[in-house]
């Protein structure tokens, strides 16, 4: 996972946060930061003229939201990995946060081990969400039996993948457990996505463990740094 660069880009509206997170993750190979915004609007102009891999954003700004900042940045950019950086993980934020698009959510008192793994997770477009936090996301709670509806929607292979997919597994290792092609993963990630009527792979995991395809357990590999 970390044979290639991530360009990242940071938002938070106090600079020496910028300062030192440039300079943590300046000591990783793998990680390039090329840019800084203070807040929503300039990170918006600043992902339309750099393309970042994954932003990492600051989920309480002045001006215009983290959350509203999500949604304008995936809709400059809808492949962007998104990766919450708060001192907060008050459970409606965390639901709004990976409703708007958010593949990763970290707070500020983690291990910094925790923070590069979500960082090099969501570059590749697997989630990232540590298990406290997935625990206060199952706990919103959704209607049992459209839970049920939808899973039966599912075909054989599409249930297959999204297994797959929220036990960490990423789109490559997807395709070669099931011998298919990395395109032809996503296009099933795509189809489960519409079909569940969900907007990114963190939501789909997240049903997925809430509809008891997949325990809560076996989804603990993924996040194993954050133990």
């Known amino acids: 996972m970390a044979s290639r660069q991530i360009r990242l880009m940071i938002v938070d509206d106090h600079a020496m946060v910028r300062k030192g997170m440039r300079a943590f993750l300046g000591e990783f190979e793998d ?59 008050r459970e409606e934020k965390v639901v709004e946060a990976v409703q708007a698009g958010a593949l990763g959510y970290v707070v500020k008192d983690a291990q910094p081990e925790e923070l590069v793994q979500s960082i090099r997770l969501v570059s590749t477009g697997t989630p990232a969400i540590s298990p406290a936090i997935a625990w206060k996301i199952l706990h919103a709670g959704r209607d049992e039996s459209e839970k049920i509806r939808r899973q039966m929607e599912l075909s054989e292979r599409e249930a297959e993948v999204l297994r ?54 076996e989804t603990y590999d993924v996040n194993q740094a954050y133990s």
Not at 165 to 171: F, H, S
Not at 190 to 196: G, V
Request: charged fraction near 20%; charge should be neutral.
């Open 31 to 89: 990680i390039h930061v090329i840019g800084e915004a203070a807040n929503g609007w300039k990170a918006v102009e600043l992902v339309k003229e750099l393309k970042p891999d994954v932003v990492l954003l600051d989920l309480f700004m002045p001006g215009m939201d983290g959350i509203e900042t999500i949604q304008r940045l995936l809709a400059v950019q809808p492949e962007l990995g998104i990766v919450i950086l708060t001192a907060f993980a």
């Open 164 to 217: 797959l997919l929220t036990k960490g597994k990423t789109d490559q290792e997807i395709a070669s457990q099931l011998v298919l092609s990395d395109v032809t993963i996503r296009t099933h990630v795509n189809r489960i996505l519409s079909k569940l009527g969900l907007h990114n792979r963190v939501q789909a995991a997240l049903y997925c463990v809430r509809s008891g395809m997949v325990s809560l357990e």
